[in-house]
C-alpha cells in the first residue's frame, strides 16, 4: 500500500515568483509518481510523471519535480507563476504493477496574485 | 477528440433516494476508473475496469455502491440509498491497456450532494 503527504494545504504567491509543492510519499513497493492539476471547473489533468529514469522530471506549462528516493520526495516547482497557474495540485502515487490506480495527497491550493 | 465526459455535472437528492452517475471514457480506452472525493479529503480509488469486467474494486465503500460497464463502453455508478456521507465529487478516468507511458485521463467530475 502506498500513502502520499502533501504538507502544504493552501500556498499564496505573487505572480512570477517561484513556487514550490512539497509531496512525499511512503510506499513497500516501487512507485510511480504523478502530479496533476485541477483549474477550475475543468477536470484533472496530468502535469508530468515519473516512471523511471532521470529523476528530473519536466511537464507541461514550465513545471518540473524531482524524485528523490532517499527522502521519498516529489517536490513540484515552477521558477515563475502566471495567474492562470492559479489551481489545486495533486501528488499521486501508484505501485508499478497497478500504475492506473492512484493514490492521491490532499491537494495543495495554489493562489497567484498580481 | 472527445475527453472523458460524466454526466450529471451536478446532482441534489434526498437522503434515501437513488442516483445514477454515467462516464463516458475516451474511444478506444479499455481501463476506467472510479475515483471519489469527499469535501476536504484526498481523492479516492473505488474500481477499476478492464473492458466490461471489474478488475479492482477495493475502494467501494460498500453494497450501496454499485458499478457497471456493459459492453465495455460506458459506464454508470449507482448509489441506493444514499446517504449524506455519499457527497463529494466522483471522478472517472479511462486509459489505454499495455502503455505505462501513457495517462489517465479525467472527467470533469459529478459533484453529488446528499440532503
Redesign the interface.
Known amino acids: 500500500a502506498q500513502s502520499v503527504t502533501q504538507l502544504d494545504s493552501q500556498v499564496p504567491v505573487f505572480e512570477e515568483a517561484p513556487v514550490e509543492l512539497r509531496c512525499n510519499y511512503s510506499s513497500s513497493v516501487s512507485v510511480y509518481l504523478f502530479w496533476y492539476v485541477q483549474y477550475p471547473n475543468q477536470g484533472l489533468q496530468l502535469l508530468l510523471k515519473y516512471l523511471s529514469g532521470s529523476t528530473l522530471v519536466k511537464g507541461i506549462n514550465g513545471f518540473e519535480a524531482e524524485f528523490n528516493k532517499s527522502q521519498t520526495s516529489f517536490h513540484l516547482r515552477k521558477p515563475s507563476v502566471h495567474i492562470s497557474d492559479t489551481a489545486e495540485y495533486f501528488c499521486a502515487v501508484s505501485g508499478t504493477d497497478s500504475w492506473g490506480k492512484l493514490q492521491f495527497g490532499a491537494g495543495t491550493q495554489v493562489v497567484v496574485t498580481p | 477528440e472527445a475527453?472523458?465526459t460524466q454526466f450529471p455535472s451536478h446532482s441534489v437528492i434526498e437522503k434515501g433516494q437513488t442516483v445514477t452517475l454515467r462516464c463516458d471514457p475516451i474511444s478506444g480506452h479499455d481501463?476506467l476508473?472510479w475515483?471519489r472525493r469527499v469535501m476536504g479529503?484526498?481523492?479516492?480509488?473505488l474500481l477499476?475496469f478492464v473492458k466490461e469486467s471489474k478488475q479492482?474494486e477495493s475502494g467501494m465503500p460498500n453494497n450501496r455502491f454499485l458499478a457497471e460497464r456493459t459492453g465495455g463502453t460506458y459506464s454508470t455508478l449507482k448509489v441506493q440509498p444514499a446517504e449524506l456521507e455519499d457527497s463529494g465529487v466522483y471522478?472517472c478516468?479511462s486509459?489505454q491497456t499495455g502503455h505505462?507511458?501513457t495517462?489517465?485521463?479525467?472527467?470533469?467530475?459529478t459533484r453529488l450532494t446528499v440532503v
Not at chain 2, 41 to 45: G, R, S
Not at chain 2, 103 to 109: M, R, S, T
Open positions: 475527453g472523458v481501463n476508473y475515483y479529503k484526498e481523492i479516492k480509488f477499476h479492482d471522478f478516468a486509459s505505462t507511458n495517462e489517465a485521463f479525467f472527467g470533469q467530475g
